[in-house]
């Protein structure tokens, strides 16, 4: 099977854990999305830097693009690519994700090491500012 | 280039990742139980999926550039910790955001007749 065929199969395995599986839904909810967007940004620099060097090579054969050039790096975008990785990076990030959050998610919803809760932030000069004018 | 190249992206995402803890008080390490309960299986599942694309030669890894240690079968260890951190940093990121905004995530106590928010 191609590296494609696998990055769409398992997008849709990692789906149906989050929906039915799991159940816990995260693609329903903001802080999912929201924390997705930061990652994805993240995601985009760090693989640049594993594909832009070619620390990680890819066989043409097996994804959308072609194969990872045997001098220089590949194209920065396009040609299936996207800030120098193949876009079934993303889709294998994705499911990376959308897996780990969803077994976070899970295993507090049954009560392992639900607390302590995450916050308030340690710096907080606008929530604080809040709290002294309100009574 | 350096045998440390690999290793040198993990320490910029597990680094980058790491005041999230300290600053905004994530507590992910410190719920290192739930933590590792939620990283295992994906180590796992990743490493299988990882383990057939190397054998299906789907991808290499310049052997100039990671440290050369393998951890398991033909699984460099550069590869195996990107399992370990990236999820690691996940789930900071999601706990961050909660922190700042106080949205939900599905795993909040149930607490009946107590509508106390803060």
Not at chain 1, 9 to 16: S, T, Y
Not at chain 2, 81 to 92: D, E, K, S, T
């Amino acid at each position: 099977m191609s590296y494609t065929q696998l990055a769409i199969i398992g997008i849709l395995v990692v789906i149906v854990g989050d929906l039915f599986v799991l159940r816990t839904r995260l693609l329903t909810r903001k802080i999912f999305w929201v924390s997705y967007a930061i990652i994805v940004f993240f995601q985009l620099v760090s693989n640049g830097l594993l594909t832009g060097f070619r620390i990680v090579r890819y066989n043409g054969e097996v994804i959308i693009g072609s194969s990872t050039p045997v001098e220089g790096p590949p194209p920065f975008i396009g040609d299936g690519r996207l800030v120098f990785a193949p876009v079934e990076d993303l889709m294998f990030g994705f499911a990376l994700v959308l897996l780990t959050l969803s077994l976070w998610v899970f295993w507090g919803r049954i009560g392992v090491q639900r607390l302590p809760m995450a916050g308030p932030p340690r710096f907080s000069p606008g929530r604080k500012r809040d709290s002294e004018s309100s009574p | 280039m350096s045998n440390f190249a690999y290793l040198g992206v993990l320490a910029f995402c597990f680094i980058g990742t790491l005041w999230l803890e300290i600053v905004l008080r994530t507590r992910v390490y410190r719920r290192w139980l739930r933590l590792i309960l939620s990283v295992a299986p994906v180590i796992v599942i990743f490493v299988a999926w990882d383990l057939y694309a190397i054998s299906a030669n789907h991808w290499t890894f310049d052997s100039s550039q990671i440290t050369g240690i393998i951890a398991v079968a033909s699984l460099p260890l550069d590869e195996l910790l990107f399992f370990v951190v990236i999820p690691c940093c996940a789930i900071l990121t999601l706990e961050a955001v909660r922190s700042v905004r106080g949205w939900t995530v599905g795993d909040e106590p149930t607490r009946d007749g107590v509508g106390d928010e803060s």
